[in-house]
């Protein structure tokens, strides 16, 4: 079916929650899309869409401003949409794998609940081939000037994003996903090492947004694992689930202005009241 959602025409199946989030609250998912505008005033906006889903993202940043988006998605359910939302535009170009850290991970079959999906090792029928960060920088040099991440890939977005910011550092692309503590212990990682490996590469200022894209604020690299503290208590201390987050590098004048202008306050230190 053809759903119209913020502002742009999406082939979705009937079940996905997309249409519904966007009718609750018209900010949802709109945090990122204002980024990549704001960004494609000063550079030349490529981005790369891991866990690209529907390809609603790469639609609506390339209905919002002129660029190039790399689509990494290994859902086979999914991928029969984003090739009908992403085909059409020469400026979006379609990866059917699972983006892993290193090549020494085995293909995965995908594990679908509501309209996402996380990936587990396995031998099914489906089971989609993975390709490792550094070999989609190779496949695609016409991205070697990455100026924006996202990935939403359902808690191991903190290990991919380490490996893809090493991967393009000559780039400093502003990196912008999801930062969730119980998604990423599941999956069988500490979220809090990211925010090292992103000081050593440079990265100096995160801005941070609720789950439905309301701005929280802003604040360092150095400062953000204890902040995020917060994401270990109970929801209804906080009201929301976890954080989109965007990391930006310190030598990235206009990447900073852009989240100054769209994350003007500073995250809190004290702890939400009960």
Known sequence: MIRKVQGVNLSMPRSHRLPDYAAIDGQYGQNLVHLAALLAEDDELTVLDVGANIGDSAVQILHAAEGRVLCVEADPFY???????ADPDPRITVVEALLAPGASQKAASAVRVGGTTRFAEGVAADAMPVVAVTALSKLHPEFDRLRLVKSDTDGYDTTLIQVIAQTWSDASPVLFFEYDHVLTRLAG???VMVWDCLADLGYTVVAVWDNDGHPLGRTTVDRV???????????????????D???VHGADASGLRAVESLVPGFLADEPLPT
Request: net charge negative.
């Open 245 to 247: 987050v965007a990391v």
């Open 79 to 85: 991928l029969r949409y984003l090739h009908l939302n």
């Open 225 to 243: 694992a204890e902040q995020a503290s917060i994401l270990d208590e109970p929801f209804k201390q906080r009201g929301y689930h976890y954080w």
């Open 189 to 191: 990682h500490d979220p």
